[in-house]
């Protein structure tokens, strides 16, 4: 499987989950600026976590208009798996790849710890190595992580299986002290209605590893190596 990890000025963790695909594939990503106006052939294309352009106007908004994304949404559209993490999630959903909005946390503070996430689907190229409902651990670091959108998109993305992930206590169960940032129906992930595009605010590439203090990330890869391999 090769990779495409694209890299904005500002973004923070395009070497943290390059390393990660690296250690999962054996090979090493394209690491892609964002002023290019294509990349190579790519199974998999990686918006990493980060404050692209400082986070001027809104978080992911300057990046979304990069030369380099026109190529990324086409190859989207035409199929290519992207998975877009923290400010990456909040890319995708500035470039219409994904519905809604990431606001300002509740707390109007940025935070940066481990929460518990509920797994929502296992049959997918994101999520097949995990077992359905498992409780995984992923750490955020984030100022604007607040998962928004109205009651229609909110209930279609229910109907349809399109939440990825929500956080939960450490039973799987989605209470609100479990909800670091106020999304609504504590979404922490969405897929795309074809379900190749994954945005989600937590970072799997920062416990991809047990030197890291655990793996549950890795996860995430090695269900992308098994589905695109």
């Given at each position: 499987?090769?990779?495409?990890?694209?890299?904005?000025?500002?973004?923070?963790?395009?070497?943290?989950?390059?390393?990660?695909?690296?250690?999962?594939?054996?090979?090493?990503?394209?690491?892609?600026?964002?002023?290019?106006?294509d990349?190579?052939?790519?199974d998999?294309?990686?918006?990493?976590?980060?404050?692209?352009?400082g986070?001027?106007?809104?978080?992911?908004?300057?990046?979304?208009?990069?030369?380099?994304?026109?190529?990324?949404?086409?190859?989207?559209?035409?199929?290519?798996?992207?998975?877009?993490?923290?400010?990456?999630f909040?890319?995708?959903?500035?470039?219409?790849?994904?519905?809604?909005?990431?606001?300002?946390?509740?707390?109007?503070?940025?935070?940066?710890?481990?929460?518990?996430?509920?797994?929502?689907?296992?049959?997918?190229?994101?999520?097949?190595s995990?077992?359905?409902?498992?409780?995984?651990?992923?750490?955020?670091?984030?100022?604007?992580?607040?998962?928004?959108?109205?009651g229609?998109?909110?209930?279609?993305?229910?109907?349809?299986?399109?939440?990825?992930?929500?956080?939960?206590?450490?039973?799987?169960?989605?209470?609100?002290?479990?909800?670091?940032?106020?999304?609504?129906?504590?979404?922490?992930?969405?897929?795309?209605?074809?379900?190749?595009?994954?945005?989600?605010?937590?970072?799997?590439?920062?416990?991809?590893?047990?030197?890291?203090?655990?793996?549950?990330?890795?996860?995430?890869?090695?269900?992308?190596?098994?589905?695109?391999?």
């Amino acid at each position: 499987m090769k990779a495409s990890v694209i890299v904005f000025p500002a973004s923070n963790c395009d070497r943290d989950v390059a390393v990660a695909l690296e250690q999962v594939t054996g090979v090493r990503p394209n690491m892609v600026w964002h002023g290019d106006s294509d990349m190579p052939k790519s199974d998999l294309i990686v918006l990493p976590g980060g404050f692209s352009f400082g986070d001027y106007l809104r978080c992911g908004a300057m990046a979304a208009h990069s030369p380099i994304m026109r190529d990324v949404v086409a190859r989207a559209k035409a199929g290519t798996p992207v998975l877009g993490i923290c400010n990456g999630f909040q890319v995708l959903t500035e470039a219409g790849l994904l519905p809604g909005v990431l606001m300002r946390n509740a707390s109007l503070k940025f935070i940066c710890r481990d929460v518990s996430l509920r797994v929502e689907r296992t049959d997918t190229i994101f999520a097949n190595s995990y077992g359905n409902g498992v409780v995984v651990t992923f750490p955020i670091a984030h100022h604007d992580g607040n998962y928004f959108a109205d009651g229609d998109t909110l209930d279609r993305l229910e109907g349809e299986g399109q939440i990825a992930f929500r956080y939960c206590n450490q039973d799987g169960a989605p209470a609100d002290e479990a909800n670091p940032n106020g999304s609504q129906r504590n979404i922490a992930g969405i897929y795309s209605n074809c379900g190749q595009i994954l945005g989600l605010m937590p970072h799997p590439e920062r416990l991809a590893d047990d030197e890291l203090g655990g793996s549950d990330g890795r996860l995430m890869f090695e269900s992308l190596v098994g589905a695109l391999h």
